[in-house]
């Protein structure tokens, strides 16, 4: 159960961010979901709410994007998104989903055709913008 490691790690996270802006009302949290994290988003939303039971913020303040894989060619500096990369079949395409170091198995750079590339995004979750209430009525 990653996810429920997820949300705690992303409930601390804000929390820290909330106490050190002066405990100012979270308005609204973006997340940001790798393609190639294997989430499922509804547990991970149980998970929150869960964790959210004694916190000072609910969970329709958090709002979840998932952010394409890419690739970028260390040779050339290409840059590519999984989904445009022509010439890979379903299978090549949901083993990369699986397995992302795949991916040298089954592409090369669409521009020099270098092997030699890295996953640039598509892993991990990352909290991308927290938004909180102005302070100026104190
Ligand atoms: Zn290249």
Redesign the pocket.
Known sequence: MHEWALAEAVVSTVDRLYQENGRRKVLSVKVLIGELQHIELEVFSVGLQNLLSERPFDSDVFHFEIEKASFR?N????EWLLEQHTGLGEEEREAIHFLPEAAHVYMR?P????PD?TLERGRGVSIQSIDLEDNRQG
Do not use: Q
């Open positions: 060619c040779a050339c500096t290409r750079c521009s020099c055709g270098s590339f």
